[in-house]
């Protein structure tokens, strides 16, 4: 088994709502991680929390540890995080069109997290590569390692699309440079929320298929986050379902696949279309149900008398699968 | 963008025109004109005139048509025709004076964009704090109060206090460049306040607005630290709306400080364009008009272009 290199212990995240309620996981080095659940159920946020990127206020992270080597990042100084963020651990995002600056160019904005951690400088560079980047100051050095992932990227005559700007990328192009732009520090952990969300589907297999072959390149361990199930089960290794907030089942891929435990996973696998099956058996029950709304439970005896049964019966049937300390009850 | 600023351009024709033609109308269409006003002042100096006389004399016999074809005729030779008062011609008296109302124009500009976008900037970059309440307040104080009654302090407490007023007679800067900037800097800052006020909200709003995008996030996600993601991200994107507003202000400031040169007593072409209207001094009113149309929509061409220069995604076709 291969080392731990992440391990989420009991994270909760309040805002208005309380998103993230008693996450807890690790990820290993060079594992594919996909965090699976519906819009709103605290998947991205949970995300977010991991570098301390959710919006304050009025998001907060209530409890709960990230250990990454032997660190607990929710009690580093902003300082420090940022040594990490981009470095060691990076994050590409939904929509590539919002989520790179319109008015830098893409060199600039590949180039600013090169430079921001010192990539290119001589003590961070492996033999060969001090071989090829001699006698270049280090704006050009970043230029070259700009285009050169640029070009791990598929993305043709890098040096001179560098100079574009997002807007002359087409959508697949900018996630592609987003990509670089996580990799460029050739971190440990790249977490992609919901990376093929706003790309078609031949462009969401190009991306996936290149961040695949990055991980197996360099070892970086992804931590996908979707609610694509197609993706999952081609390149993740292991799978949780978050639902309401929590992780309601955690496995390895093949085995929540085939044998889902939990009535949200069962409902979301039978969500998915079968082209395989006749029209008649294809069609199977799908989720029926609107997700919890993820705010505290009202107080007071008479709301609590009122929805005792309901709670009751919800609790006892929609509790994670794989043991998680008892929380707050929640309205179903 | 060379074809896109010489269309511009052609397109000021049609535009200039109308408004030419509007302040023509309307110049005329004022009860009492500048024959009865000359007829009374000479009067007065126990003179008699003609009035048939003087009105031919100054061509307003003829229709207002025939009026406005003969002086746009004038215009297209580069002249603006003559006061009917001041014995000059109304180039002369631009000449004279646009600078002066430029000079006041550019001092509020640089006031105002100095104290509006750097506070702006840091309001955003403290939201809520204590010092971002402060100062949003002392912007709706400023944006609220009348500048003409804070001139008019200005111009009555210090003196009765410490008998000093700003000085009333207008040297040229470059013949005395302190006493000059003297005279200009108290009307300047008033009118950088009262603007800044009402600025340094809107800088505030769009550095908001643009923190909150997805690529801010992104930045940070790079280790980007915050005060570089505040200038290198936000204020970029964030000073597209703002050079908007900036150039609306710009377009202004030649003919909008009206009230703050009558207040200071300053020789510029607000000044010159109140005085005419109530001589009904029609050449002077429609050569000061005919200008600031001119440069207003030079100057809202010139940030268009600009746009191009601080946003790449603008094309022009």
Not at chain 1, 168 to 197: H, K, V, W, Y
Not at chain 1, 285 to 314: D, H, L, M
Not at chain 2, 83 to 107: A, H, N, T
Not at chain 2, 258 to 273: A, C, D, H, R
Request: a positive charge.
């Amino acid at each position: 088994m291969a080392e731990v290199i992440l391990e989420v212990k009991h994270l909760c995240e309040d805002s208005e709502m309380r998103a993230v309620d008693d996450m807890s996981y690790t990820v290993k080095k060079g594992e594919c991680v996909a965090i699976i659940g519906e819009s709103g159920s605290g998947k991205s946020v949970s995300a977010l929390s991991l570098l301390k990127l959710i919006p304050y206020p009025p998001g907060v992270i209530k409890s709960g540890e990230v250990l990454f080597k032997s660190r607990d990042l929710m009690k580093l100084s902003n300082a420090e995080l940022e040594e990490i963020r981009g470095n060691e651990i990076s994050m590409i995002f939904q929509e590539p069109s919002t989520a790179l600056n319109p008015v830098m160019s893409i060199g600039a904005q590949i180039e600013e997290n090169i430079l921001r951690h010192g990539a290119v400088e001589d003590k961070n560079l492996s033999p060969e590569q001090r071989e090829t980047y001699k006698g270049m100051s280090i704006p050009q050095r970043a230029r070259a390692r700009a285009a050169e992932l640029l070009a791990l990227m598929d993305i043709p005559n890098p040096e001179t699309r560098l100079r574009d700007y997002p807007f002359q990328f087409s959508g697949g192009m900018q996630q592609r440079a987003m990509i670089a732009m996580a990799m460029a520090c050739n971190p440990d952990i790249l977490i992609a929320d919901e990376p093929t969300t706003a790309l078609d589907v031949t462009v969401q297999a190009q991306v996936l298929e290149q961040m695949n072959r990055l991980r197996e390149r360099f070892g970086t361990a992804l931590i996908i986050i979707t609610h694509n199930l197609g993706i999952v089960a081609r390149y993740a290794d292991s799978v949780k379902i978050v639902y309401g907030g929590k992780i309601v089942e955690d496995g390895d891929v093949v085995q929540v696949f085939r044998h889902p435990h939990h009535p949200y996973t069962i409902g979301l696998i039978n969500a998915v279309p079968r082209l395989d099956l006749p029209p008649s058996r294809a069609s199977r029950p799908i989720w029926p149900k609107s997700r919890p709304i993820p705010v505290p439970f009202p107080s007071g005896a008479g709301t609590q008398r009122k929805n005792a049964g309901r709670s009751a019966r919800f609790s006892q049937r929609w509790s994670p699968v794989t043991p998680a300390p008892a929380s707050t009850s929640r309205r179903p | 963008m060379a074809k896109y600023a010489l269309k511009r351009i052609l397109l000021l024709i049609p535009t200039i025109f109308l408004v030419c033609l509007i302040v023509f109308v309307l110049m005329r269409s004022i009860p009492g004109d500048a024959v009865d006003a000359i007829v009374t002042r000479m009067t007065k100096s126990g003179q008699t005139v003609d009035a048939e006389a003087v009105r031919v004399r100054l061509g307003l016999d003829k229709p207002w048509y025939e009026q406005f074809v003969i002086w746009l005729g004038q215009v297209c030779r580069g002249d603006l025709g003559d006061s009917f008062f001041q014995f000059q011609s109304v180039g002369d008296i631009l000449w004279r004076q646009l600078p002066i109302s430029l000079e006041l124009g550019i001092i509020t500009l640089i006031l105002s964009n100095l104290i509006s976008i750097p506070l702006g900037l840091f309001c955003a970059a403290k939201q809520d704090s204590i010092p971002d309440y402060t100062i949003r307040i002392i912007a709706v104080i400023l944006m609220s109060i009348p500048m003409f009654w804070i001139a008019t302090l200005i111009l009555f407490y210090p003196a009765q206090w410490w008998g000093y007023a700003p000085p009333v007679v207008y040297v040229s800067f470059w013949k005395d460049p302190i006493q000059n900037l003297k005279m200009f800097l108290v009307p300047g800052i008033l009118g950088a306040l009262t603007q800044a006020g009402m600025q340094l909200r809107f800088v505030r709003t769009q550095v908001l607005d643009t923190l909150r995008q997805d690529y801010v996030r992104t930045a940070y996600s790079k280790g980007i630290k915050q005060k570089t993601v505040l200038f290198r991200h936000a204020f970029r994107n964030a000073m597209i709306p703002v050079i908007t507003i900036i150039g609306g202000s710009v377009g202004a400031l030649v003919g909008g400080n009206m009230i703050l040169e009558n207040i200071f007593n300053i020789p510029g072409i607000g000044t010159q364009m109140v005085t005419a209207l109530g001589q009904r001094d029609y050449p002077v009113v429609q050569g000061c008009v005919l200008v600031m149309t001119v440069f207003v929509m030079l100057v809202n061409l010139i940030v268009d272009l600009a746009y191009k220069w601080i946003d790449p995604r603008v094309k022009f076709d």
